[in-house]
């Protein structure tokens, strides 16, 4: 019996990240108008795919 794994490879929002711990460190170079937002996913995955044996090298 062959089996297959299937990983899914998720980007990291790297800009994000950087441009939070720069604004963590340097709050004053926020202007008035600036509006913090959440962004959308640009994929959103389903529960689903990552239940069941077919996924049993994910951790969780």
């Known amino acids: 019996m062959h089996v ?3 990983a899914v490879k ?3 929002a790297f800009l994000t ?3 939070g711990i720069i ?3 340097h709050p004053g170079i926020l202007a008035k108008g600036d509006i ?3 962004r959308k ?4 995955l389903d ?3 990552f239940e069941g044996e077919h996924v049993a090298d994910i951790a969780t």
Do not use: G, V
């Open 4 to 6: 297959h794994s299937l």
């Open 36 to 38: 913090p937002y959440t």
């Open 23 to 25: 604004l963590s460190q």
């Open 17 to 19: 990240l950087l441009c």
């Open 47 to 49: 529960y689903r795919l």
């Open 41 to 44: 996913s640009p994929l959103s």
């Open 10 to 12: 998720m980007p990291i």
